[in-house]
């Protein structure tokens, strides 16, 4: 039995030991349970690495109201018909056929931490030793004022994979020459850092694939700066010359009006027409995990940077979009990575494993044009006051060769295959 | 595997894997080729299987056990583990130009690597 620690001691030090969950876990009598909500990049790997690692001795429930996933990472490729629709689509099957991993698909609707116990929409309550919170972001339809959800069937955000991803590129595909995209990008902090960036390349590579050289694409910036800007901003002039416009705050003066219906975007600057508009709102945790207190004035989940152990409970790893990686971007390979250090910790806690430090990484690629692949990446350690700090990073260059950006787009779809593999097995 | 045979695969695949680097930038300065010794020394540093397994857990995210047909993330599973820290030690030093790689093996010290290596040879399936 691994030592317990201090914080851990002192945690439990007011409970009865009848009531300490450890005895007869490592008595073998009963199987260790572990609940995970979310079944994206977090909550499927996860899941799929505490069951196959934890020699029987965990029984994990995948708790995802949808039957099929598909990934937000490569949707932008979708746009620029890089990719269809079908091989961005994922199903739990394998999961849902590994021993000690049971997939349900409903709505997780309530967390009791004192029962330790989640509810499910359809009546269902799953008993917990630990649990993970992995739901991703919810959108803040009223952070873009006159954008709702109803709205969004009109100019869709896709920030989300599935539906609204079909609905822009419908959009998108039903534009003809000389009709223009508008693009609302959000603030920091928010899913995917180069994703509205790659989109705008993506989209722009549509419509010149079909000859509308008379179509624009605009994008009004709620931030100043974006992620591999110099990059992205190469590959426009290079390859869409006179098609991409970029507007920070400093021109557009801010966001005033969006009218999905008449197709306007109103800043202090101008009136935006678009027969297209993508609104991308600011983001915050999942709903759930704001019900369940496990957030803070951020509307993100403190966290432990040595595990991904929730601040606020012991009992709950939260990890993913949802979650305050320090240094790290929002990224389906951030929760991956943030997904194998909370599974380490969490058998750590159930059965007498080893834990090791935390070690997390990111690397985001993005598809600027035709075999043109740039990259950015980082290392993450648990910094000495407790945030999650990059160790080692890399960014592609400009200027590079047409063969290092071609290899670069081929290493994305070896991990993409890779990454997906290691999530649903 | 005989150790003759063992060291000919070795070799082999060293070469193998310096091909399929995506951006190798032989000789610049400050560069090498990592020498044999070097190899056999952080070889024989670890065997801690069950760290090099969580260690690895980071290179399953890009090196699938099972990678499609024109991509050009290497096979890293079954090797000996010579050949895992040869090229590592490779990207250590900047002689093989993978920026994604180097920013990995940055990040690790020889006993980390060793670890990983001996993790990735015990795998089979």
């Known amino acids: 039995m691994k030592p317990i620690s201090r914080r851990k001691f002192n945690a439990l030090a007011g409970l009865s030991t009848a009531t300490l969950f450890a005895p007869s876990i490592l008595l073998g009598q009963a199987k260790a349970k572990v609940v995970v909500i979310g079944g994206g990049a977090g909550g499927a790997t996860v899941a799929r690495y505490l069951a196959k690692d934890s020699g029987g001795q965990i029984e994990v429930t995948l708790i995802e109201n949808s039957k099929q996933y598909t990934t937000c990472f490569f949707s932008n490729l979708y746009m620029g018909d890089v990719r269809d629709f079908k091989s961005i689509t994922h199903s739990y099957d394998t999961l849902a056929a590994m021993d000690n991993l049971n997939v349900v698909h409903a709505m997780a609707t309530e967390i009791d931490r004192d029962a330790m116990t989640v509810s499910t929409a359809d009546g269902n309550t799953f008993p917990y030793d630990r649990l993970v919170v992995s739901p991703g972001i919810d959108l803040i339809w009223d952070s873009v004022p006159g954008y709702s959800e109803e709205a969004a069937q009109i100019a869709p955000h896709a920030w989300r994979g599935g539906p609204q991803t079909e609905l822009l590129k419908s959009k998108l595909d039903a534009l003809e020459n000389g009709q223009n995209i508008v693009m609302v990008a959000p603030p920091n902090p928010y899913r995917c850092p180069p994703g509205p960036y790659e989109r705008v390349s993506m989209m722009a590579h549509s419509l010149k694939s079909r000859g509308l050289k008379d179509s624009t694409i605009t994008i009004l910036d709620t931030k100043p700066k974006f992620s591999k800007q110099g990059l992205f901003t190469e590959g426009w002039e290079a390859n869409y010359s006179g098609m991409i416009e970029w507007l920070p705050p400093e021109i557009h003066g801010g966001i005033i009006a969006v009218d999905a219906k008449a197709g306007t975007v109103e800043t202090d600057l101008d009136t935006f027409e678009g027969d297209l508009l993508n609104i991308i709102p600011a983001q915050r945790a999942g709903g759930i995990a704001i019900y369940a207190g496990l957030t803070n004035e951020s509307g993100f989940c403190p966290i432990e940077a040595a595990s991904m152990r929730s601040s606020v409970d012991e009992n709950v790893f939260v990890i993913g979009d949802a979650s305050i990686a320090g240094a790290m971007p929002k990224s389906g390979f951030s929760a991956n990575s943030q997904a194998k250090v909370a599974a380490l910790n969490i058998r750590g806690d159930l059965t007498d494993s080893r834990v090791f430090p935390a070690k997390y990484s990111n690397t985001c690629w993005s598809l600027i044009s035709t075999d043109n692949g740039v990259k950015v990446g980082a290392r993450y350690e648990a910094g000495e006051e407790g945030k999650i700090v990059s160790t080692h990073k890399f960014i592609s260059q400009p200027g590079e060769d047409a063969d290092t950006r071609a290899d670069t787009y081929q290493e994305s779809i070896g991990w993409y295959d890779a990454m997906t593999t290691d999530m649903f097995g | ?125």
């Not at chain 2, 003759?4 to 610049?28: C, I, Q």
């Not at chain 2, 044999?36 to 397994?53: K, M, Q």
């Not at chain 2, 499609?68 to 096979?75: F, K, S, T």
């Open chain 2, 1 to 125: 595997m005989s150790n003759v045979a063992k060291t000919l695969y070795f070799v082999l695949m060293s070469v193998s894997l310096g091909k399929l680097s995506a951006t190798a930038d032989a000789n610049a300065a400050g560069e090498r080729v990592a020498s044999a010794e070097e190899v056999l020394r952080v070889v024989r540093l670890s065997n801690d299987l069950a760290y090099g397994e969580y260690l690895a857990t980071e290179c399953i995210a890009c090196h699938s056990k099972d990678p499609g047909i024109d991509v050009n993330i290497p096979m890293i599973y079954g090797l000996p583990p010579e050949a895992i820290v040869w090229a590592m030690l490779e990207y250590g030093s900047g002689y093989r130009g993978n920026t994604t790689m180097r920013n990995v093996v940055d990040a690790l010290g020889d006993e980390d690597i060793s670890a990983i290596a001996q993790y990735l040879e015990s795998v089979t399936e």
